[in-house]
Nanobody, 121 residues
Framework: QVHLVESGGGLVQAGGSLRLSCAASGSIASINVMGWYRQAPGNQRELVAR???????NYADSVKGRFAISRDNAKNTVYLQMIDLKPEDTAVYYC???????????????WGQGIQVTVSS
């Protein structure tokens, strides 16, 4: 079994910063891609940023220049540093990981439970 646990969310004023973390644990052989998605009320879940094992990353246009994704492969952890937050960044943020379990080789996608980020104006 695999678990992804997010932390670091909360309430912040516009212009402020937050750092999200997501740690994966369990019977993991390797993790290919780790990413962050978000879902605001009434909206579909959307990609925020993702990072591939070789550290190549991509971002949604709406967060480029404000958010930075990074990962610690030794800890199976992905981070999302968010600066200059805006009210429109308010959403539940979900971590995900495309990984191979011990005994492989099939790749599976796992999701965290989600964490609330609220930006007040």
């Amino acid at each position: 079994q695999v678990h992804l646990v997010e932390s670091g969310g909360g309430l912040v004023q516009a212009g402020g910063s937050l750092r999200l973390s997501c740690a994966a644990s369990g019977s993991i052989a390797s993790i290919n891609v780790m990413g962050w998605y978000r879902q605001a009320p009434g909206n579909q879940r959307e990609l925020v940023a993702r990072i591939i094992s070789g550290s190549s990353s991509n971002y949604a246009d709406s967060v480029k220049g404000r958010f930075a994704i990074s990962r610690d492969n030794a800890k199976n952890t992905v981070y999302l540093q968010m600066i200059d937050l805006k009210p429109e960044d308010t959403a539940v943020y979900y971590c995900n990981a495309d990984l191979i379990l011990l005994g492989g080789p099939q790749q599976y996608r796992y999701w965290g439970q989600g964490i609330q980020v609220t930006v007040s104006s």
